[in-house]
């Protein structure tokens, strides 16, 4: 049987997150500059989300470029930026043909204005999109994000709009840059990394973990199934017993 085949549609998670790593590793081993990995990356990104609006999945984040990124020598950011802006383009009629709804988090102000000016389109152009919901975690830091919602909700606070009484966990979901995405069931790490480097910590306080030792431009659709099929064997225990899950 094929791998897809084994994938129960009514056991799906709804929201799937991806840390794509490995693209340097792959074209240093091939004896190319990281940016070429770059480039190759785009490849599985394309493969991942067809393999995901495929199954019926219905959202999907992928961690593209973190607050910490920035730290890289700049001729590798300024590709990835160049990268994100004329992959936005060429995308767009894929987006528009499947239905499928842009979003993006992180600190989006700090991209180059091309970029942002691509994105903001894009964003702007899939918003009536309803089958699917693509987020791109671009200048992402998980810290930052909760920091500006501290900052966010403190404002409230001191503005007499909410109590300190009122400040829940809900409150504080709605101010995180993912409060309108639903929980993250399942989330994926490529290139044999096992670590979250700022990602979504809040959010997968209750998610399942996958990691795997291909590296990310290798990543195919069979490489998803396989973290999909692992997903539905695991059990969810939410602080339960295994017999109060039955
Ligand atoms: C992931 O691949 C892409 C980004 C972080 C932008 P890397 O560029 O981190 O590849 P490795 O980890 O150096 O192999
Ligand atoms: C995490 O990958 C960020 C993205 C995938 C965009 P990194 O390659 O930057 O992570 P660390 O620094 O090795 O943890
Ligand atoms: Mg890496």
Redesign the pocket.
Known sequence: MNLKDQIDVAKLPQHVAV????N?RWAQLKGKDRVFGHKNGVNAVKETLKAASELGIKALTL????T??WN?PKTEVDTLMKLLASSLKRELKTLQKNNIKLNAIGNLESLPLTAQKELLEVIEKTSGNTDFILTL?LS?GSREEIVKAIQNISKKVVNNELTIEEINENVINNHLYTFSLPEVDLIIRT?G?K?I???LLWQIAYSEFYFTETL?PDFKKDDFYRAIIEYQKRERRFGKTSDQIK
């Open positions: 840390i794509m790593d490995g340097g961690y593209a470029f973190s910490e990124n890289r975690a992402y290139s990394e670590r480097s700022n990602f990310w």
